[in-house]
């Protein structure tokens, strides 16, 4: 049977915007979506993805990266050589992890198109804020000059701009089957990645917003459902609860022994009897006993990585 690494996470509090570039008018926006019934904002999966594969290319080379000089994508192999037995190089770490499609249409009438595909192995989901939005937006003004195109030499005026913003968690979840990358190894390098992100929810270079995980819950287990994604809720005092994660731990939908829990959330579980000890000395209890828990998200996952062997 497959072992399977899937992965819920919750991010620390802090002021996150548009990372997209988007605007209307002169106030950049942020994505929303309705979710339970109330409008939040949302990252794309593509947006974690992008800050990922830098991370990736610190391990090992990648064959798309970004030029921060030219604003493009560079590619180290845009016909995927490495791949269908073409090469006897390893394919690059992120077409491994990543996936990757590249489809051309056919030249000529009656001739068939090309297309270079293959489906991400290690598979993340779109972040959606624990709060739902409020509408905040803060109106700002450029200083005079401040860019080149600003005032187009017609004087001293500032700049005004609007931003929408929302001080909130987000929460998303990832999915990993080791056994289907060329590398295996890959999968650890994959794990300790997720577990540093920076980079995703900021605004343009104006914001920085800290993604790594708050807290976190890796389940790895044969059973080919997650089960876990979106588990995190947001209480009244703001604090995180994994209440519909216990929840499916107590039903026998998920085995204790699966679960690796790591970050802020052990102190809620400390103060709900779940857990147990003292430092970085903790065990599940009741519900929860039998799972590995960590007061550290570094810790879990290098408890995780250890069970990848």
């Known amino acids: ?10 991010t620390g509090y802090g002021m996150a915007a548009n990372n997209r570039g988007l605007t209307e008018g ?13 409008v939040h904002t949302t990252v794309s999966a593509e947006s974690i993805r992008f800050a990922l594969r830098r991370l990736l290319a610190a391990e090992e080379p ?6 921060d000089t030219s604003r493009a994508n560079t590619w180290a192999d845009a016909e995927f050589g490495r791949w269908g037995g073409k090469s006897k190089e390893l394919p690059f770490i992120d077409d491994d992890l990543l996936g990757f499609m590249a489809a051309e249409g056919a030249k000529e009438e009656g001739a068939k198109g090309t297309a270079h595909v293959r489906r991400a192995v290690l598979e993340i989901t779109r972040a959606v804020s624990l709060s739902p939005w409020a509408g905040d ?4 003004a450029a200083s005079p000059g401040a860019t080149p195109s600003a005032q187009k030499g017609k004087g001293s005026n500032p700049v005004p ?3 929408e913003m929302h001080a909130t968690r987000y929460q998303y979840g990832f999915a990993l089957t080791p056994e289907k990358l060329c590398k295996t190894g890959r999968a650890v390098t994959a794990l300790r990645s997720l577990c540093s992100l920076g980079e995703v929810a900021g605004n343009h270079g104006r914001f920085l917003y800290d993604f ?30 994994m209440a519909a994660i216990i929840r499916r731990v107590a039903a026998g939908d998920v085995k ?32 929860l006993a039998g799972c590995v828990v960590h007061a550290g998200v570094l810790a879990a996952c290098e408890e995780a990585c250890k069970r990848l062997g």
């Open 1 to 10: 049977m497959s072992i399977h690494v899937f992965g819920a996470v919750v």
């Open 26 to 38: 002169n106030v950049t926006t942020l994505q929303k979506l309705v979710w339970q019934g109330q």
């Open 62 to 67: 990648c064959n798309r990266n970004y030029d």
């Open 137 to 140: 937006v803060t109106f700002n």
């Open 161 to 163: 701009y609007g931003t």
């Open 212 to 241: 790594s995980p708050e807290s976190i819950v890796f389940r790895l287990t044969q059973d080919p459902a997650p089960r876990i994604l979106y588990g995190f809720t947001q209480g009244d005092d703001q604090g995180v609860s």
């Open 256 to 287: 204790p022994a699966e679960l690796v829990i790591g970050g802020a959330i052990a102190d809620a579980l400390h103060g709900a009897g779940l857990v147990s000890g003292d430092g970085g000395n903790l065990a599940g209890q009741g519900s």
